[in-house]
């Protein structure tokens, strides 16, 4: 799960350093089918995949004129992404 969500956050990247020749849709696609089997982490990625969705909505404002909202919907996505990839992580800090 954790290797979807690192290839969903590259795709991301992709998208907003070339908004107007990459697609969100496929990493939609692949977070919808997480979603399937996330178990107790179906609310983190249905957030995910709002998150993105926003970021893909947002593709062709940022394309067209850097608009500041865009940014911040990439931004967005990103770092839910990064929270999830951390939650799959199964770092465990507790001292010993």
Do not use: C
């Not at 089918?33 to 983190?44: F, G, I, V």
């Not at 998150?51 to 608009?67: K, S």
């Not at 990103?78 to 999830?84: E, F, I, V, W």
């Amino acid at each position: 799960m954790k290797e979807i969500l690192e290839r969903v956050k590259e795709q991301l990247e992709q998208s907003f350093d070339e908004p107007s020749s990459t697609s969100l849709d496929g990493a939609i696609h692949e977070l919808e089918r997480l979603k399937a089997s996330a178990r107790d982490k179906r609310q983190m990625i249905e957030d995910v995949i709002r998150a993105v969705t926003h970021a893909r909505n947002a593709r062709m404002e940022l394309a067209e004129a850097g608009d500041e909202s865009a940014t911040n919907a990439f931004a967005e996505a990103y770092r839910a992404l990064d929270q999830a990839i951390e939650s799959y992580s199964g770092v465990d800090n507790d001292p010993v």
